[in-house]
């Protein structure tokens, strides 16, 4: 047995104005998980210490919150790996959302962006018209299982430091989540469901793989980047500044070894747009002022014949 010093943000929207620390000492195991130690607080200690859970399986995704300083599931988190030198454990609401009472915080944000995905097959005819059930081959499930294992926690999402400076961006699970039906074969309104994404900013994702961290490792900076793709081989949206970012930076890399950043601006704001063009000519002019405005024109680097095959081995899109 083990003294472990709960300490809890506490906040209710409904009186306070500020929130505010208690800390909670339970006798129990070291390796106890944070759940269940949350609820011995609550259940012998105080009633009114609030926050979700169900399952305590990691299965329902309802217990996320931020614990020592990184969001996960407190059912699947020893104490014993989280607390410090003097046996406390520090326990937040999630990031990235306002919190309602306590460990609780407004889901609103995040389960909007997931609905706005249309997340359920959309056929090319009604069930009752189908002979039989839709099948689909080994091949097409493998693609969509890892996604099927998101439990909606909520985690990519707390850490996404693109939310946070962005509230309009989808977010990692719903890109992920819409990766699972554009790539379903069952499905019939793939490119509308990429016009969909693209159009909740997709292309905002910085790719700092903070959404890696995945309770149930679905990895969805991985499924961003396939639907990048997707919109990129369905040629949806192509537009937009996104894909010519992408396409422009492919380019260069592959024809010089290096990012050519003068022509990366043109390509991403667009050679013949002016205005666009303008709003980008003060960086440009303090950037030759001092010395860093790139070259014009970038050589091939030595052995760029194996930057190339790189390219083409993984089937990289650069036009």
């Known amino acids: 047995m083990a003294t472990i010093k709960l ?78 030198e003097d046996g406390v454990v520090k326990v937040d609401p999630m990031p990235n959302f306002q919190p309602m009472k306590d460990l ?39 693609k969509l299982v890892d996604v099927a294992n998101c439990v909606m926690c909520a985690t990519c999402y707390a850490l996404c430091p693109v939310v946070s400076v962005d509230p309009a961006f989808a977010g990692p699970a719903a890109i992920a989540y819409a990766y699972r039906f554009i790539e379903d074969v069952r499905d019939d309104h793939r490119k509308e469901r990429i016009a969909q994404i693209s159009e909740d900013y997709l292309w905002l994702c910085a790719h700092c793989y903070a959404c890696s961290y ?29 894909p010519r970012h992408a396409l422009v930076v492919s380019r260069t890399i592959k024809h010089s070894g290096m990012l050519e950043e003068t022509e990366v601006i043109q390509g991403t704001v667009g050679r013949f747009n002016v205005r666009g063009l303008l709003k980008v000519a003060p960086l440009g002019m303090r950037m030759a002022m001092r010395g860093k ?27």
């Not at 405005?293 to 760029?304: A, D, G, R, S």
Request: aromatic share 6%; net charge negative.
């Open 214 to 242: 995945c309770p149930k490792h679905v990895d969805p900076n991985d499924r961003i980047i396939d639907v990048k793709r997707a919109a990129i081989s369905d040629r949806v949206m192509m537009d937009e500044r996104g």
């Open 104 to 142: 609780v915080v407004h889901m609103d944000p995040f389960w909007d962006k997931y609905s706005r995905l249309k997340p359920y097959l959309q056929p090319a005819d009604r069930d009752e018209e189908h002979p039989t059930e839709r099948r689909v081959s080994p091949e097409d499930m493998k």
């Open 7 to 84: 300490d809890i943000f506490r906040f209710d929207e409904a009186t306070d104005t500020i929130p505010h620390r208690d800390v909670v000492a339970v006798d129990l195991p070291e390796t106890t998980t944070v759940l269940d130690a949350l609820e011995y607080a609550k259940s012998e200690i105080d009633g009114s210490i609030s926050f979700r859970r169900s399952c305590r399986s990691a299965i329902c995704g309802s217990c996320s919150m931020n614990i020592a300083g990184t969001t996960g599931l407190a059912c699947k988190t020893a104490c014993n790996t989280v607390m410090d």
């Open 293 to 319: 405005l790139p070259p014009l024109f970038m050589k091939p680097i030595p052995k760029v014949d194996e930057v190339r095959q790189i390219f083409e081995t993984l089937e990289v899109p650069v036009s």
